[in-house]
């Protein structure tokens, strides 16, 4: 990597830091420009524009996402076994989210009723992420592993519906036994859809 493209990289990190912390509206230059010890001018001309440093932010936690979370289970066997592991790959994630927070889930209140580029590409790697859990549920039920009649977009709504409270109670109530109860909260609802 060149000095340009790793101070840029650097400057996406701390962005990522205190989005995860502040939100993707809570992204300043100036404060970038402090926790890098920069100029402001030298950390806009990383990037065209305050918008453009927020996409970059999506795409780099949707980046690390895939990383912590998807790639490991890819590796597991078609199906159930892979289902269940991303589901166990998302909790541990959550679980590390409960200081700093989640880009995905901070994004979606933040733009929820705002058009434009930036909220496009969050639901674009939300989408992206969904669509992988939609396709391990549709494998589960093509290999037998899961009822014939489930729903896959059901289930996924459902696991995603287990995920937002666990990162509610544990985030914001502060409620130790969030994790534990999401977790036999996804262990009931996969017994509910599992083939005998």
């Not at 780099?60 to 979370?69: A, D, G, I, K, T």
């Not at 909790?91 to 496009?120: H, K, L, N």
Request: hydrophobic content about 40%.
């Amino acid at each position: 990597m060149r000095k340009g493209e790793q101070t840029k990289a650097a400057i996406v990190d701390v962005a990522v830091a205190l989005a995860s912390l502040d939100g993707l509206e809570g992204l300043t230059i100036a404060r970038i420009a402090e926790r890098m010890s920069m100029s402001k001018s030298g950390v806009f001309a990383h990037f065209g524009s305050r918008e453009d440093l927020q996409i970059e932010v999506v795409r780099e936690y949707h980046r690390r996402f895939e990383e912590e979370v998807f790639m490991p289970a890819i590796r597991e066997k078609r199906g159930l076994p892979r289902l269940l592991r991303l589901f166990d790959n998302w909790v541990m994630r959550v679980t590390q989210e409960i200081d700093s927070g989640c880009i995905y889930i901070s994004g979606a209140v933040e733009y929820d009723e705002r058009e434009g580029p930036v909220r496009e590409q969050l639901v674009e790697s939300v989408k992206t992420w969904l669509n992988a859990l939609l396709k391990a549920v549709q494998q589960s039920v093509e290999l037998r592993q899961l009822r014939s009649d489930t729903e896959p977009k059901q289930l996924v709504f459902e696991m995603h519906g287990l995920i937002l409270a666990l990162h509610h109670d544990a985030r914001f109530l502060k409620q130790r036994a969030a994790v534990e109860r999401a977790k036999k909260g996804f262990e009931r609802l996969i017994a509910s859809y599992r083939a005998q």
